[in-house]
């Protein structure tokens, strides 16, 4: 078949020379039977697919309302390649073309695009970042299996069947502004980042309108969703920007919990929560009666051993009239003199003319210490770590993380679903723009999680890679 | 030696024709964004010869998934581009995917049956070419070769695309009898082929266009289209450019040079034949440098062993009379 095809190639290409209709083509001959249709929607600014995608569908692509699509820089590269043919208004789009049109903003610019071609063409698998599918850091401490199942997928664990919407509640998860949606689309198969990734910082309070959706529409999942995971995902809606949320969905700074174990003040019931709080098939309740609830609490005085009551008693029940001491003192004047010597007695180590004054020793040698707390008392500079301060950052416009890359000899296990850590986060820059400072540095770190950032510049064509890492001096002291 | 030479110099005289041809040509440029683009080959070979070398960043056609060669667009440095523009031999052509027009059923017609003659073309070099195969098959039992069997195992590998039953040829295989028998099954096949041979669709190769075809490469259409080159707004743009139009005026190429810290690359010659001598640095006439930017670049051109040269343009703003100051940064001892 090879052999065969190479003179055909070699028969057409001296057939295109001698016509001389078309000028400047790509000189790729591809079977038909391997070309992949597909149309451009400018609109939705994605390319959506009509024959069958081929091998590039394992890392490549997404599925949207029942068809394959790929985002236009994936579209562009598998054009290059040769092995796609996108159509628009019923004709070929050129490469040129495809370019002035897939191109088309800050978001997707030749730029990075050029990093987006650079790393597929040696190997590695490269998608959209999306920063809500970041675990947070509580995420990472429970360990959570990252899986990005759709609705239709059973968790493998078994769980009291509960109302979801309370589960809903309470999880920090990935992709929580999908809840704005009302359709589940059970057919997803992967993580569909439909909207171009938008760092701008979400207010709080967009976020509480947002997540006080009617939460009916959150059960329709059914039982068979994975409380931690999100639901299914939905129909791109072009209209509503995507609003990546990745703070939790309640304020509980402003939700009141009644703390029925004090002492101070004991109510006899306790008015009705606010109904969004609830699950929605709940509605109103009424005021709740609390004389239940506090027998079942642990009222009883608690019991101390003798060695416990006696120090109790020296510490914290000293009554200064049955103090021997002070009772032989006749007047204030005496009183004030024996405060004196005691306070005097106490600090018998501590002379007056350093410690009384208002610059006290920074140590007292009488104190207990190591090499390595004195260093660190005298220390003027703090070492501090990159993600100290990082949380209370807002997005910035200019500086955001692209892409994830995975590395290219995972290609064969690769699964869209659960493409599992990523290798690093891409963050395309120029040598023409501003230099990365701390802020920046520390912002897209927190943004990454606990994925290092590589930061590709842009040189006309020519890209470095440069990541910054957090690092630690150390000290030669034993502690 | 008389008759060879007239033929020398017909060639030559082709050849200074076809250059002319091509420096004759207006260079279209496309922006993508604010990047400057070159998408046609013969205008990457004009350009090149006015010594505006820019960088490939697409992939290449024959080997799309490797990045040490890479194919068209090419991509221009801005000054690269307003150079081509203010000689007059570029021009920038407006990006016209805005206008979206409905479907143009002429167009999308013209594609149809440009397809469709195609498809006829291929199927009938394809009939062609099956029937010069087994033709040399018959020819090469004729000769009494040996290579018979491995002839007919190429027909059958070969035979996916094509109404060939594998049957009778399995039976030729087997059948080592008389030659004559073999041909006249070989003749039979051919007839059989003239007859039923059918070329299936998805066997057909199907031509994937680099640059948009159509009107644009007309030059009398180029200069109707032709937008002005953007001004930029900042000192800064303006004195790289004036420092590359003095370089490329006293005949360097140069390319660009983030990866040493500077803004150019200097070369005597093509850079794909020599090594570069300069790395520019463009800093204007009343801006400080602080020192330690200086030992900077100086510490990495003695490393990479290249002369840095700090250049800034003169105040004048008339084309003509101004003049670009050159210093340049050799690492030296106390002598």
Redesign the interface.
């Known amino acids: ?1 090879y ?3 190479n ?3 070699c ?2 290409v001296l ?2 020379f001698t016509a001389g209709g ?12 391997n ?1 992949v249709k597909a149309v451009w929607i ?1 609109s939705d600014l994605i390319v959506e697919l009509q024959s069958p995608a081929g091998k590039f569908w394992q890392t490549m692509g997404f599925s949207a309302h029942g068809k394959q699509c790929l985002h236009p820089e994936e579209a562009l ?1 598998l ?4 092995n796609l ?1 996108v159509f628009y ?4 789009l ?4 495809g ?3 897939f ?1 088309y903003s800050k978001t997707m ?3 990075h695009y ?1 990093v987006f ?2 790393l597929k ?3 590695y698998v490269v998608n959209r970042f999306d920063p809500s599918s970041v675990p947070s850091q509580y995420e990472r401490q429970l360990n959570l299996p990252q899986s990005q199942d759709r609705s239709g997928r059973l968790p493998k664990r078994k769980r009291s069947h509960s109302p979801t919407s309370r589960h809903t509640g309470t999880q920090e998860g990935p992709t929580k502004r999908m809840e704005e949606e009302k359709d589940c689309n059970r057919e997803e198969e992967d993580k569909n980042p439909y909207f171009l990734p938008d760092l701008s910082a979400p207010d709080i309070d967009e976020i509480q309108t947002a997540s006080h959706v009617d939460p009916t529409t959150l059960t329709e999942g059914g039982q068979s969703r994975s409380w931690w995971s999100m639901e299914g995902s939905l129909d791109p809606d072009p209209e509503l920007p995507g609003q990546p949320q990745s703070s939790p969905r309640w304020d509980f700074r402003s939700i009141p919990f009644p703390d029925l174990g004090s002492r101070r003040w004991l109510p006899s019931s306790l008015t009705s929560p606010d109904p969004c709080l609830l699950p929605g098939a709940v509605g109103l309740v009424g005021a709740c009666d609390v004389a239940p609830w506090l027998q079942r609490l642990n009222l009883r005085e608690v019991r101390m051993s003798r060695r416990e009551r006696e120090r109790d008693r020296d510490r914290y029940q000293r009554d200064i009239n049955q103090d021997t001491e002070v009772r032989r003192c006749r007047n204030w004047a005496e009183y004030q003199e024996l405060q004196e010597r005691r306070i005097q007695r106490s600090r018998r180590d501590r002379p007056a003319h350093l410690w009384e004054g208002p610059v006290t020793p920074l140590h007292d040698p009488a104190q207990v210490t190591s090499t390595g707390e004195l260093l660190d008392k005298i220390s003027v500079i703090k070492s501090t770590r990159l993600l100290e301060g990082a949380s209370s950052l807002k997005g910035s416009e200019e500086w955001r993380i692209c892409f994830n890359i995975y590395q290219p000899d995972t290609v064969a296990e690769f699964k869209k679903s659960a493409p599992g850590k990523p290798y690093s986060r891409m963050c395309v820059c120029s ?1 023409d723009g501003p230099v990365p400072d701390l802020w920046t540095l520390k912002l897209l770190a927190f943004q990454s999680g606990d994925i290092p950032v590589t930061y590709a ?1 842009v ?4 890209i ?1 890679f440069y990541s910054f890492k957090d690092f630690q001096i150390p000290t030669d002291v034993s502690f | 030696m008389d008759s060879p030479e007239p033929k020398r110099t017909v060639s030559r005289e082709d050849a200074s024709k076809e250059s002319m041809a091509i420096s004759r040509q207006v260079i279209g440029i ?1 922006f ?2 604010p ?1 400057p ?1 070159m ?4 205008e990457l070979k004009s350009a090149r010869e006015l010594g505006i070398i820019g ?5 290449l ?2 080997q ?4 040490t060669r ?1 194919g ?2 090419l ?1 221009l ?1 801005p000054e690269e581009g307003r150079l081509l523009a203010d000689m007059g031999r570029a021009a920038v052509i407006p ?1 016209s ?1 805005n206008e ?5 059923p002429e ?2 017609q013209q ?1 149809h049956a440009g397809m469709e003659n195609s498809f006829q ?2 199927g009938a ?2 009939l062609e ?1 099956r029937k010069t195969t087994l033709l040399r098959v018959m020819t090469a039992k004729h000769n009494g070769e040996g290579t018979s069997s491995l002839t007919y195992r ?1 027909l059958c ?2 035979s ?2 094509c109404v060939l039953a594998l049957t009778p040829l399995c039976f030729l295989l087997e059948d080592s009898g008389s030659q004559e028998d073999s041909n006249g099954a070989v003749r039979d096949r051919l007839e059989a082929l003239d007859h039923g041979f059918s070329f299936p ?13 159509g009107l644009s ?1 007309c030059p009398e259409v180029r200069r109707l289209l032709a937008t002005d080159w953007p001004i930029p707004r900042d000192e800064r743009s303006e004195t790289r450019f004036r420092v590359f139009r003095d370089l490329r005026r006293q005949g360097f190429y140069l390319t ?1 040079a ?2 040493f810290g500077g803004d150019y690359l200097v070369y005597p010659g093509d850079p794909l034949r020599f090594h570069a001598y300069f790395i520019v640095v463009c800093i204007s006439m009343d801006e400080s440098m602080p020192l330690c930017d200086v030992l900077a670049i100086a510490r990495l051109g003695s490393n990479v062993k290249k002369t840095v040269l700090l250049c800034s343009s003169g105040e004048s703003q008339e084309d003509d009379g101004e003049e670009v100051v050159y210093t340049s940064l050799q690492w030296s001892g106390m002598v």
Request: net charge negative; with cysteine; aromatic share 6%.
């Open positions: 078949m052999l065969q095809l003179k055909l190639v028969s057409l057939l295109c078309m000028t400047d083509s790509l000189y790729v001959f591809v079977p038909r039977g070309l400018p590269y054009m290059e390649c040769g043919q208004q019923d004709l070929p050129s490469i040129q073309e370019y002035e049109r191109l610019s030749i730029q050029q071609g650079h063409r040696l190997g040598f510049v040189d006309h064509g020519d470095s | 496309n993508c964004g990047t683009l998408w046609r080959a013969d960088t490939l960043v697409g992939s056609a024959r799309p998934r490797q990045n890479l068209r667009p991509e440095l990006d995917t979206d027009p409905e479907v143009n167009q999308v594609y073309e291929q070099m394809a070419d190429h590998d070969t996916e695309s669709r998805t066997a057909m190769a199907v031509q994937l266009c680099t640059a948009r075809a490469h660009s983030g990866k």
